[in-house]
């Protein structure tokens, strides 16, 4: 995860069970499950922020916040909007 390729047909098809698959590594596991926290709840616990601080830095933690939290927005203007899916990402079924 991470690369310039994006992630492989096998990734996406983990990502429903991240935190058990062997195809991610524990930072990358560490970013899928706070990006999900993110997107699904008001708060994140303690326990996953400092699993994500024992791997990222502040500022990434922050770049990475920002992202996610853009992307949640974007998406809900979209579907505010009934704007349809470009085909840019592949939806995993």
């Given at each position: 995860?991470?690369?310039?390729?994006?992630?492989?047909?096998?990734?996406?098809?983990?990502?429903?069970?991240?935190?058990?698959?062997?195809?991610?590594?524990?930072?990358?596991?560490?970013?899928?499950?706070?990006?999900?926290?993110?997107?699904?709840?008001?708060?994140?616990?303690?326990?996953?922020?400092?699993?994500?601080?024992?791997?990222?830095?502040?500022?990434?933690?922050?770049?990475?916040?920002?992202?996610?939290?853009?992307?949640?927005?974007?998406?809900?203007?979209?579907?505010?909007l009934a704007i349809e899916a470009q085909g840019v990402c592949r939806l995993h079924p």
């Open positions: 995860m991470g690369r310039a390729d994006g992630l492989t047909d096998s990734e996406l098809d983990a990502l429903a069970d991240a935190a058990s698959s062997t195809l991610f590594t524990p930072a990358e596991q560490a970013a899928l499950a706070y990006a999900e926290t993110v997107t699904r709840d008001s708060s994140v616990p303690d326990g996953l922020f400092e699993n994500l601080r024992a791997r990222f830095s502040e500022e990434q933690i922050v770049e990475m916040t920002a992202t996610i939290t853009w992307e949640i927005c974007a998406a809900k203007f979209n579907r505010a």
